[in-house]
């Protein structure tokens, strides 16, 4: 295993976009290889680069940014493959956690293996994985199912579907919606055991156990606030 400073360590390949993981709450939570990607890179393109820069700052690197929101992706990934072309390395990062899981990262990727250029990941921290690992639900299976869709009709539909699918089933969802998932899942899988993990690495981490009804319970006083991972357990045969 190489050491922090060894000089047999990779340098970093020309045209090539290196997805770097970035904490989800945390700003210990980064790998030494992350920093080193980032300090070597020519170009960090980010989803906010405001949001982005305090993490650059608390680890002192200061390099150039492009931004890449959802709307104006489409643009950036054609600037990224103009970069990629010339040979630029370039150091992808989102908002929090690993590029291309639920962010706009994915579309950049596919536009760059589309068009041949070489990607590399930077593993690190992502939200759902820190999710089930803590939540004590079977980790052995598991179906990642991102955000459900807005509308109630088709998350209810999008629900239903997945009550045959094996294993854990794990979702993301915005604060404002966590109380609408409870109900549903009450409606849809009132026997099954779910876990909301809410604010990981964060000061205020949480992790509510129980049937859906339970947790509603639970949280009936309070506004729940933050950022939420919400698992389902399988089906108990
Ligand atoms: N790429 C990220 C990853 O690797 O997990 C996910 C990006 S997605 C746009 C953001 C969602 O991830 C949030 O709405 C929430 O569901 C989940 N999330 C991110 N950070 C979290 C945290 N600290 N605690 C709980 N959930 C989190």
Do not use: W
Request: glycine share 8%; hydrophobic share 40%.
């Amino acid at each position: 295993m190489n050491s922090p400073g060894d000089a047999s360590l990779p340098p970093l390949q020309a045209g090539t976009l290196y997805l770097v993981a970035t904490p989800i709450g945390n700003l210990e939570d980064i790998t030494l290889r992350a920093l080193r990607t980032l300090r070597e890179v020519d170009v960090i393109a980010a989803e906010d680069t405001r949001h982005s820069s305090r993490l650059l700052a608390h680890y002192q690197i200061s390099k150039p940014m492009i931004s890449y929101f959802q709307f104006n992706e489409a643009k950036r990934s054609e600037e990224i493959l103009a970069r990629l072309a010339r040979g630029e390395k370039i150091g992808l990062i989102t908002d929090a956690g690993t590029p291309g899981i639920s962010d706009p990262g994915e579309r950049v990727v596919k536009a760059a293996s589309a068009a041949g250029f070489r990607v590399e990941s930077v593993p690190g921290p992502c939200a759902f994985v820190s999710a089930l690992v803590s939540s004590g639900l079977p980790t052995e299976e598991f179906h990642f199912c991102g955000f459900l869709p807005h509308k109630s009709g088709q998350r209810k539909n999008k629900l239903k579907a997945l009550e045959p699918i094996p294993g854990t089933l794990i979702f993301y969802e915005s604060p404002y919606r966590v109380e609408k998932i409870l109900e549903e899942l009450k409606e849809i899988y009132p026997a099954r055991e779910v876990v909301i993990a809410r604010e990981l690495t964060k000061k205020f981490e949480e992790i509510l156990r129980g049937r859906p009804e339970e947790i509603i319970a639970k949280i009936q006083n309070r506004t729940l606030k933050g950022e939420f991972v919400i698992l389902v357990g399988p089906a108990i045969t």
